[in-house]
């Protein structure tokens, strides 16, 4: 017998960077994520994001593009 691994729904937040041109932002995480269930779904749109994972929480990096350049590197914390 063996237990399926529990998945962790629910950790949500916003990015939080802005463009001294006002430009509108997009995000992308650039860590490689565990491939045993983690997921980020990204919605540029808004800035916010959802994350799903087989851990209570979650660290990842992103960085923010304005259409020219990527920002400096970030750190986010989601806890499920």
């Known amino acids: 017998q063996w ?3 529990h998945l962790y729904y ?3 937040g916003f990015f939080n960077a802005t463009d001294s041109d006002g430009d509108k ?3 992308r995480v650039i860590d490689k ?3 045993d269930g983690c997921r980020i779904d990204i919605y540029n749109i808004d800035g916010s ?3 799903t ?3 209570p929480s979650l660290v990842f990096h992103y960085v923010a593009n304005d259409g020219v350049s990527d ?3 970030a750190t986010a914390t989601s806890t499920l």
Do not use: K, M, W
């Open 49 to 51: 994001f959802l994350t």
């Open 25 to 27: 932002l997009s995000y």
């Open 3 to 5: 237990n399926a691994p």
């Open 53 to 55: 994972s087989n851990y």
């Open 33 to 35: 994520l565990p491939a």
């Open 71 to 73: 920002s400096n590197i």
């Open 10 to 12: 629910g950790g949500h």
